[in-house]
């Protein structure tokens, strides 16, 4: 007999909001990809989402309201895809999620880099790249001298990648 | 078409673990509500597991080598459950996401309050909890004058609710 409830829990409650690992993955490509287009989050998807998945999970956060979609000015024929500050608030939650996981998980080398940055960093880094998200999601104004955070993770990744690949002849 | 690939990202990684909510919810009670026997897990659950779907969680969760099964010293028929090393970890990933589930879902009173210490008490409180749960799921020393983090959150609790209910009448 099932006989499932729903309850006031916190963590029952976060669990129930994510769903399936699909909406937290197309949130980490917006997040850490900055990937706000329909084309580029699919194309440039690691773990090579379905169309019709990425359709049903974008359908999924709107309504959550974890993101929001609207047109881009730039390409008149095009949405972009936004981050709300519900989801932007969910950086700690990646950032310990890739500490455990680079601890206990066979990750590969050069994906490992930001997560290694993330934990290192620790809630200072993540206030700061929280700060960024909500400038380049929300419009917020961007202070002067702040930590650009996403170019410092995309550059890690590159070089970490570039060590990998010379390693492998 | 499903074209689904696996991705050494740790994030991702990390979601093939958990698989599903009923897993975590499974880690969540034997961590912060030290339930240790099938049964307990079972009666108290305040989501209401199936019993089917503990069992089978519970298998899945030693296959990960998040728990480990043993007989119970105590209780010659029960089999008593153990978080691993590795679940242990998870403790910053519970902190987050419950500090994250407190601030944007609609989370009861009582059961907030938890999250809410463990938000507040950042890093320095995880380490002593974890600390806490190595000595009684791994057996390890506990350090004299160690701060008695689970009694704190279940008395946290507990105050909370009475408030709650005497507010209710």
Redesign the interface.
Known sequence: ??????????????????G??WS??VL?DMMFGNRRHFREILSRS?????SNILSARLKHLLDLGMITKADDPSHKQKAIYSLTE?AI??V?????????????????RE??IR?RLLEEG??ELWAAFMEELRSLHLGAPRKPGARPVLAELRAAYERELAEVEAEAG
């Open positions: 007999m099932r006989n499932e409830q729903r309850s006031g829990c916190p963590i029952n409650l976060s669990l129930e909001v994510f399936d690992r937290l993955i980490r690691q773990e090579g989402i379905a519900k608030e969910l700690p939650v990646f950032a310990t999620l890739g500490a455990w996981g680079r601890r206990h998980l066979p990750v590969s994906l490992a997560a620790g809630p």
